[in-house]
């Protein structure tokens, strides 16, 4: 039974997304009853953590089984010691059962964090200080706090107590006073309560074989595999930030060729030269870029020849074997999330940017050339209706199967015929929370590692 109120949202998105699950193809499908049901099974399940914990393994630099071992090793030495499995389709992928809710009373003594802070903690972060709203009025190092989650956003920064609406994440143990986190100075960066007993177990990986294991979704993992990227080829990951799409394609192509990353903003930018340099993988180029100005017609104005790339973008017209739009989003997939803030006009704000970015993409792939088009939302208007838009638009492009498959086929509502969303992948977590049971053997848990993830959709298309 869900702990957790519902996604909460506003009233317009709320209706734009019912309108999404009830359209005339799909409730012509299913029926409007199943239909409605499906949509409640959503929101429901957005506002839980996913059922494993994912790690992309650096299989570039050691094999999966040795670093296995040393992630159990590493857990053996905390209090308690999870089971690691390995994905039974993907080679690079080891999972982490999430177990939760579990029965853990709240105290008297509260501590409130913000939405973001909180939906980390879901997954096994502790309360950094940053994210702290709300301490009791004398709160001391080693003091046992209960850890509730702001999901309205209304509770002010410094305030003693909060009777606004909150959820209980669990039970922690203070690390820094009350003095420390509301200090003139502004916050500190490190660990504020240590959680102790969370509502939902799972280990925190903050500093843990950062050169060895990547934190990440697995339809994200599942991306990589679908661009089948090959050794000595050129590919562009478009909107690249934090990087562990663009890291996991360098290590498919065993450190060999050229992957440029893109991003607008520069923070982001450096964080994926952080990433690419932990993980020894010197075949990524980042350059800060908005990538829609990635591309020039005129090849005096490209900084970069098509054998070797010197320098950053624009570069030429088809100058990519394959290439990676994982792009802008409303992020209506993400999990844990128990509180959606944008308004109607920025959820539907987003489809002009990404067929902007998707023809630039068009015209710096090479014919013959691989497309993989993403996100991590589960409107039809950025994920199947793109899809119907662009073949439409360009007529050089078909979709194409995708390896692996271990989504659900694209969703009715777009015009697209059958045959075609089933060349799609839309991972659908709210089917496997419609009319679920609790797995109880390994086996059985395993069977929902592929169905219980974040929302997040896949598209392939290759340039004829």
Known sequence: MSVFPQLSMSPEVREHLRN???????????????????????????????????????????????????????????????????????????????????????????????????????????????????????????????????????????????????VFLGNGISEVDRSEIFSSDGPGKGVAIRMTEPLYQS????????????????????VGHVLGPRPGERILDMCAAPGGKTTHIASLMENQGTVVA?????????KIIQNAKMLKLDCIKAYCCNSVRAVSSDPAQCSADLCVFVDGPPY????????????????????????????????????????????????????????VYSTCTVTLAENEEQVAWALKTFPCLTLEPQVPVLGSEGMPGAGLSCDQRRLLQRFRPELAWRGAGVPHSPESLLQNANTDTIGFFISKFIKR
């Open 203 to 222: 280990p925190s990986f903050d500093g843990v074989l950062t050169d060895q294991l990547f934190l990440q979704n697995l339809p994200s993992v599942v």
């Open 316 to 371: 030429a017209e088809e100058s990519f074997d394959r290439i990676l739009l994982d792009a802008p989003c409303s992020g209506l997939g993400q999990r844990p999330n128990m509180s959606y803030s944008w308004s109607l006009k920025e959820v539907c704000s987003y489809q002009p940017l990404q067929r902007k970015l998707f023809t630039t993409a068009v015209r710096l792939l090479k014919r013959g050339g691989v497309l």
């Open 20 to 166: 999404v699950y009830t359209n005339n193809e799909l409730v012509c499908e299913s029926g409007a009853d199943e239909a409605d049901l499906v949509f409640e099974a959503l929101r429901s399940c957005l506002s839980h953590p996913p059922l494993f914990t994912c790690l992309r393994a650096s299989t570039h630099l050691h094999s999966l089984q040795d670093i296995q071992h040393r992630l159990e090793q590493h857990l053996a030495q905390q209090e308690r010691s999870p089971s690691v499995y390995t994905h039974p389709q993907l080679p690079d992928v080891l999972l982490l059962p999430v177990h939760g809710p579990r029965p853990v009373d709240p105290l008297a003594s509260e501590v409130v964090v913000g939405a973001q802070c909180g939906n980390a903690v879901l997954r096994g972060a502790h309360v950094f200080t940053p994210g702290i709203l709300s301490t009791p009025k004398y709160m001391k190092v080693g003091e046992v706090v209960s850890v509730f989650s702001d999901v309205e956003g209304k509770c002010t920064r410094g305030a003693k107590e909060f009777k606004g609406e909150k």
């Open 262 to 270: 893109l991003e607008k903003i520069r923070s982001k930018m450096e």
